[in-house]
């Protein structure tokens, strides 16, 4: 499995994960570029629950071996400020108020394809590291 064919499996695992614990989904693979330059930013879902919007970084990792990084330490301060720019650009597009109460979140999946299983750690309302 390649790793778009990877990320492309983890997504669809973490949307029925949050589909089951009562989110509704409301856009998914939003990307934009920054008015700072021609860098480009995505969000992997956008989901919510109640009254808090979810920008949902999804972070899917091949293996079992527990010396590798784990999916969600790829999630660094430099991502979660592109992620920051990514939400406040989506929520000015859907024309919802920046004081809307929104979070970010981290869905950290790690794939054992022998056993064909996957290990899901949610992260809800992550800060900046």
């Not at 700072?36 to 956008?46: A, F, K």
């Not at 071996?65 to 784990?70: E, G, L, M, R």
């Not at 950290?108 to 794939?111: F, H, K, L, M, V």
């Given at each position: 499995m390649?790793?778009?064919e990877l990320g492309n499996l983890g997504e669809r695992i973490a949307l029925n994960y949050l589909k089951k614990k009562g989110y509704q989904i409301l856009d998914k693979n939003y990307s934009s570029s920054f008015l700072?330059?021609?860098?480009?930013?995505?969000?992997?879902?956008?989901a919510k629950k109640g009254d808090v919007v979810s920008f949902v970084e999804v972070k899917t990792l091949s293996g079992n071996?527990?010396?590798?990084?784990?999916p969600e330490e790829k999630v660094d301060f430099l991502?979660?400020?592109k992620i920051i720019k990514m939400a406040e650009s989506w929520l000015m597009g859907k024309k919802i108020p920046l004081d809307t109460k929104w979070q970010i979140d981290v869905i950290?999946?790690?794939?054992n394809s022998n056993l064909k299983r996957a290990k899901i750690n949610y992260f809800s309302n992550i800060s900046i590291a």
């Open positions: 390649n790793s778009i700072s330059g021609p860098q480009r930013g995505e969000i992997d879902i956008v071996n527990k010396f590798t990084i784990s991502k979660q400020r950290a999946i790690r794939i």
